[in-house]
């Protein structure tokens, strides 16, 4: 029938590692649960190496009732707000999927996320010690396998520490990092580095800061990272422009 060649179609896009076209074929053949299961098993490593903007294909393609009670895809909207600092939309996505896990599902890995968003949230409100409770939690429960979501606590648990007064705490635990922990995906270093370069510029400390910038800005060439490379520059050019070398900060941002 045709909706078995479809699935036939959705399996072999899955093994050539086509995750929009099989859950194309998924969608054709009416099955929620391979659309699902696809979903699953793409969305970390797409992340991990920041193809999120596939995310949106699959939010266009899937229907608005395949994402209720299902977490593993509500999930694929807040990460895409996130990027997007559509920080109301997000909130709410964050929100439902907290009620699909209710508390029967504590050992879900999801919730991993799910604590590191609302961390994300209290931060702003500057509530640090909550942050630091929920980063704690976010990571020992996230997927091992998620290099970004690693990189984005190490980064929050760094900065929180320069907020509440121990910097140096801070910039020795991104060293810890860096110095234990080999061979690190890309986009987990570019966010450990990010750290010195953030929390350096927070603490007025403009030597150590152009350091960090520096390599956040040398990285994005590296590995084609246009968020590090653009983040390396601005911070080039704010931080010369508070040393007065208003040449050297055009040379960056212009």
């Known amino acids: ?8 179609a959705s399996k072999w896009f899955e093994e050539q590692s086509l995750p929009t076209e099989a859950i194309h074929h998924g969608l054709q053949a009416g099955s929620i649960e391979r659309v699902v299961s696809i ?8 992340l991990n190496i920041d193809r ?8 266009e393609m899937i229907p608005e009732d395949y994402f209720n009670a299902r977490a593993e895809l509500m999930i694929v909207k807040v990460w895409v707000r996130y990027i997007q600092f559509d920080y109301p939309a997000m909130f709410s996505h964050l929100q439902q999927i907290q009620s699909t896990l209710g508390e029967d599902n ?14 994300y949230f209290v931060f702003w409100q500057g509530m640090i010690p909550e942050t630091l409770q929920l980063n704690e939690l976010a990571s020992s429960a ?7 979501l690693a990189g984005e606590l190490k980064l929050q648990y760094a900065i929180c520490q320069h ?4 910097t140096q705490k801070g910039l020795s635990f991104l060293d810890g990092v860096l110095a234990t922990e080999s061979s690190l995906a890309p986009i987990y270093e570019i966010r ?3 750290g010195f370069a953030y929390i350096n510029v927070l603490s ?19 590995y084609r990272d246009s968020f590090a490379r653009t983040w390396g520059d601005y911070l080039l050019g704010l931080i010369n422009t508070y040393r007065l070398d208003f040449k050297k900060a055009e040379e960056v941002l212009v």
């Open 1 to 8: 029938t045709l909706s078995r060649l479809h699935l036939a």
């Open 39 to 46: 979903v699953e098993k793409f969305r970390i490593p797409f």
């Open 52 to 59: 999120w903007t596939d995310f949106w294909k699959w939010l």
């Open 106 to 119: 504590p050992d879900h890995p999801i919730w991993g996320e799910v604590h590191f968003f609302n961390g």
């Open 142 to 148: 996230f997927d091992k396998r998620f290099d970004r």
């Open 163 to 166: 907020m509440v007064g121990e």
């Open 192 to 194: 450990v580095v990010a």
């Open 204 to 222: 007025g400390d403009l030597e150590k800061a152009i350091v960090g910038a520096t390599k956040l800005s040398e990285l994005g060439s590296k």
